[in-house]
């Protein structure tokens, strides 16, 4: 078992790995046997509970850390008292921490909802990636990270039996809060190797829209699909704020080109092709 703290690896990738800084908080909470055979590092966190109702975990939520260093990220999420936590923490190196066990609730979604769930904490299990983030510059994801997202996720996919559907971004179940792990994640790459539902967004035309104001059965229709997708948005039959809120969190994840809350012929074409190649169970997913 990985001990708590840095693993010490051998020949050159000591060169390029660094030793992990275990946080004070951490250094003398008891250990646990890691959910997966490839997470490199134990660093538990006290910041976690029962789930509840004995809900077992079939999503997947996907965060960017959004913090300038490794150090503050691991710091923020493994002490007591700050209320935020992970089951996981992926490097720039593809390093894998696991923070939490998968059978706790981790505190990482925060205020959210997906498909008439308002616990999301419960239901799912929560990914930190490494990356500065849109406040801090928002650099690119490494290709070696990216690889051992995929490979942690379809580990919990098959234990978990998360369907694809259900591997999403933190951007999908809070709208209005955030941005993670945001437009740069390359969803696409993910879906190819089996991890989340991806169609190829349709391209950015010129036509007709539906933004911010519009009052029309057409913008009914548009929140009542969303809705069907998973996403909490109003049926009012208005393009208010909220809806504007969620139709860039739907870009952002399905269709990044262009992130202006506008739902053009590109935004509705994505969304149609996504519902039509959910699977069955998928499809009513919003009335859980």
Not at 7 to 28: E, F, H, I, M, Y
Not at 74 to 83: K, P, Y
Not at 197 to 206: E, F, I
Not at 252 to 277: C, I, K
Request: hydrophobic share 35%.
């Amino acid at each position: 078992m990985p001990p708590s703290g840095s693993s010490t690896p051998s020949g050159s990738d000591s060169k390029r790995q660094r030793v992990l800084p275990v946080p004070k908080a951490a250094a003398n909470l008891r250990t646990f046997e890691p959910d997966s055979s490839i997470v490199s590092d134990i660093i538990p966190s006290p910041n976690h509970g029962e789930r509840n109702k004995g809900r077992q975990p079939d999503m997947i939520v996907l965060h960017y850390t959004g913090m300038p260093d490794v150090e503050g990220a691991l710091a923020r999420l493994c002490t007591a008292g700050t209320e935020v936590s992970a089951h996981y923490v992926v490097l720039e190196d593809g390093r894998i921490v696991q923070c939490v066990p998968e059978t706790r609730r981790a505190w990482h979604a925060g205020v959210s909802s997906w498909a008439g769930e308002d616990d999301i904490n419960s239901c799912s299990i929560g990914i930190e990636i490494v990356n500065r983030g849109h406040d801090w510059g928002y650099p690119e994801f490494p290709l070696r990270q990216i690889a051992a997202v995929i490979a942690l996720c379809r580990g919990i996919m098959l234990r978990r039996k998360v369907p694809t559907h259900r591997v999403l971004g933190h951007s999908d179940v809070a709208p209005a809060r955030k941005k993670d792990p945001g437009e740069k994640f390359p969803w696409h790459s993910l879906a190819n190797s089996g991890v989340g539902h991806w169609v190829t967004p349709a391209p950015v035309v010129r036509g007709e829209t539906l933004m911010l104001g519009t009052i029309s059965d057409e913008v009914l229709g548009l929140q009542q699909a969303l809705a069907r997708y998973g996403y909490g948005v109003p049926l009012t039959g208005k393009y208010d704020a909220a809806t504007m809120e969620v139709v860039t969190a739907f870009q952002r994840h399905f269709r990044p080109a262009r992130l202006d809350g506008v739902a053009d012929h590109s935004t509705l074409s994505t969304l149609q092709a996504l519902l039509a190649s959910l699977p069955a169970e998928g499809t009513d997913v919003a009335s859980k």
